[in-house]
């Protein structure tokens, strides 16, 4: 079965689409750095430059027909920092999902964004043109929040889905259910990364780190450098032992020692775009491409792929059994 990516990223949603059994035949985004990175892991994928608002799917064969199509839509026009513009935010790409899908007529469609976009009576009219059209491509739509923790991605992060398909298909689709009993600790996660450079504190520090990490967020365009967010998560980076300002170029040496009483940049480590990569679920060697900023803009904002591998999961099995495969 075969699948397109919008707005694909870094490719975590693509990723744990692969990981299913499904075919990407294209992926789209319209930054530069992302479509590097994705060209460079998987070059057998059709990598597309483009503005989804602008793109003309007919000028790629590839977009002309698949089983799934989904988007990971920019949360920025839904979220209380870009001011919950919703569809009237340029950024968006509700609307332009929704004519790739006309377009394609997937079998399956997937769109995923933040929780809040399922449930905030401030989107309900953006809602309301996805339940409109789903329903004028003949399908039945069901939605959830997922959380990454009950997937072994050790980071307290949630996303929302919404996923449509025909009804004969619909009836087969249930939610995954956690894939693990116990998620790995933030220390679990990391520590042997924090103890590669030689950093002799490194098992205390992993003791200390004894819970899921915060939510990984910054990072948006526009916005500057490359850090952990607002105050208040830095606020709860800084309860893990790790400095939030900004992001480390390298882990922690045999010199450095902590000391949370002097000024923080200095006091505590902080995580690199590596180690990023790795609380967001990602194999070690997915090759990001760009500066320090571009990078963790790309891996920050991702969909964690053993979450999406675990939903990918489930709708290939409801279309396997839909088609009496299984």
Request: glycine residues 10%; negative net charge.
């Amino acid at each position: 079965m075969t699948a397109i990516e919008l707005c694909a990223g870094v490719g975590g949603q693509a990723l744990g689409f692969e990981r299913a059994g499904f075919e990407m035949v294209a992926v789209v985004d319209i930054d530069g750095d992302t479509c590097s990175t994705l060209a460079r892991n998987r070059p057998d994928w059709y990598t597309v430059q483009d503005d989804l608002n602008l793109i003309e799917p007919a000028k790629h064969q590839p977009m002309d027909r698949a089983d799934v199509l989904s988007c990971g839509l920019p949360r920025s026009p839904y979220s209380i920092a870009g001011k919950q513009l919703a569809t009237d935010d340029r950024r968006d790409t509700l609307r332009a999902t929704l004519d790739v899908a006309a377009y394609v007529r997937p079998r399956v469609l997937v769109i995923e964004n933040i929780p809040t976009f399922l449930t905030a009576p401030k989107f309900e009219s953006a809602r309301t043109e996805v339940r409109e059209a789903v329903e004028g491509l003949g399908y039945e739509m069901v939605s959830s929040t997922l959380t990454a923790t009950d997937f072994g991605v050790p980071q307290e992060r949630r996303h929302g889905f919404m996923v449509a398909m025909h009804p004969d298909d619909l009836a087969h689709f249930r939610w995954p259910a956690p894939t693990v009993e116990k998620c790995p600790s933030l220390g679990e996660a990391l520590f042997e990364s924090m103890s590669s450079g030689g950093w002799p504190e490194a098992a205390d520090w992993a003791a200390q780190a004894d819970g899921p990490a915060p939510l990984i967020m910054g990072g948006a365009t526009g916005r500057g450098g490359a850090d952990l967010g607002a105050t208040r998560s830095k606020a709860q980076w800084a309860r893990f032992g790790i400095y939030g300002g900004s992001i480390g170029d390298s882990v922690p040496g045999p010199d450095f020692r902590r000391n949370p009483d002097i000024e923080p940049r200095h006091g505590l480590p902080r995580i690199t775009v590596d180690q990023v990569a790795l609380l967001q679920g990602f194999p070690a060697d997915w090759d990001i491409v760009g500066g320090k900023t571009s990078a963790y803009r790309q891996i920050s904002q991702t969909t964690p792929p053993p979450l999406a591998e675990a939903l990918s999961r489930q709708v290939m099995f409801a279309l396997q059994r839909s088609s009496g495969t299984v």
